[in-house]
């Protein structure tokens, strides 16, 4: 009689991080080191690109000023359409993220190797925690990303505090989180960190 097919899944990693702390630099570490990293910013890209059903969707709810000259979907008109009124968002949100929820297990399963790591932004709001195994939130303090935000991205002093007021805040992210990486130095101090967590995350994954 043949042993009975074990089914195995990877461990799932779930990176988070306030705005300008450092989640798409740490990312692209795991990445480097071969590791499948997916995004759920680029999902959310990715669902709506001209022809998806998403877009269409979309434009029968809010209108075709909110596409431009290209046809396709003028983000920052969208968010800034949407940022200033709650329903609007509810709405926006009710779309777009079970969209973005289908593709990424699509994705997930499609890819190989022990663990995965799945980057999203907004896993405190979200309420996401339960679908993974561990939490991984790159740190730094709230001055840190108000300083990155208007020197990276050029916002004035007020939109950037409104940025992070939108947020789940530190204190709620720290609250969920397994592993912490603190960015408060340069580029160069991550690669440590994160291969530390690699060797760390390939022996869960082998105890699962």
Known sequence: MSEPILSSRPLLI???GGIASGKTAVAE???KLGVPVLDTDQIARDVVEPGTPVLARLVSDFGPDI???AGRLDRARMRDRVFADPSQRKKLES???PAIRQELQRRSAAADGPYQVHVIPLLVESNQRGNYDRVLVVDCPE???LRRLT???GS???QAKSILAAQASREQRLSVADD???NTGTLEDLPPFVTTLHRNYELLAKAM
């Open 151 to 153: 020197s990276r991205d």
């Open 67 to 69: 596409l431009d000259h």
């Open 156 to 158: 004035s002093p007020e």
């Open 95 to 97: 779309i777009l993220h």
């Open 180 to 182: 912490v990486i603190v």
């Open 14 to 16: 779930a990176l988070t």
């Open 29 to 31: 570490l795991f990445a």
């Open 143 to 145: 001055d840190e990303q």
